[in-house]
Each structure stands twice: as C-alpha cells, then as structure tokens.
C-alpha cells in the first residue's frame, strides 16, 4: 500500500523558517521523482520544487533562493527547507511521487505565514 505522509506544517511568522517531511513507503521510492505542490484557497495546486531520482532538482521561480528540496534515499524521505517565509506561501503543502503514468499525493500539511 502506497503510502505518503507529509509532516513540518505550521505557523511561522514572515521571514521564519520550516521544514517539511514527506516519508514514503509501499512503492521503490529512489526510482521515483520526487516534488512538493502547494494549493493555496481558491488558487489552483501549483508545483514548488522537485528532485528526480539521482538528485537534480527544478523550483518554481516563487521557490528559487528560499527553498530548498532534498531526499535521502536510505529514510525514503523527501523534504522541503523552507526559508525567508512570506505570506503568499501560505497554503497546504503535498508531497507527490511520479514515475511515467504513476502519481501518487500525500494528504497534505498546512503552512501559514502570518504575523
């Protein structure tokens, strides 16, 4: 059973700081490509950072310089810095697993950024 499990969500005031996890099980996690989305309300889920199996990785343009995406193959977990928090980043965070046509989301983690 493939299982996503996204933890770090909270409140932070802008300019703070966090750290999500998304630890994977029930599928070859190193095989797959690994990404962060976000949806914030009424706005579409939009991607914020992936890293594909041997470690390369593409961020948004909201993301470059802030965030930074890494996994450790060995915990079959992916994570998400996040750094220099604003209030747009406010949304729920999910993790997403992808390989050709198999996709697979964590349930998602709340981030707000307010004062």
């Known amino acids: 059973q493939v299982q996503l499990v996204e933890s770090g969500g909270g409140l932070v005031q802008p300019g703070g700081s966090l750290r999500l996890s998304c630890a994977a099980s029930?599928?070859?996690?190193?095989?797959?490509?690994m990404s962060w989305y976000r949806q914030a309300p009424g706005k579409e889920r939009e991607l914020v950072a992936s890293?594909?199996?041997?470690?390369?990785?593409h961020y948004a343009d909201s993301a470059k310089g802030r965030f930074t995406i890494s996994r450790d193959n060995d915990k079959n977990t992916v994570y998400l810095q996040m750094n220099i928090l604003k209030p747009d980043d406010t949304a729920v965070y999910y993790c997403?697993?992808?390989?050709?046509?198999?996709?697979?989301w964590g349930q998602g983690t709340q981030v707000t950024v307010s004062a």
């Open positions: 997403n697993a992808a390989r050709y046509v198999q996709s697979y």
């Open positions: 029930g599928f070859t996690f190193s095989i797959y490509t």
């Open positions: 890293i594909i199996s041997v470690g390369g990785t």
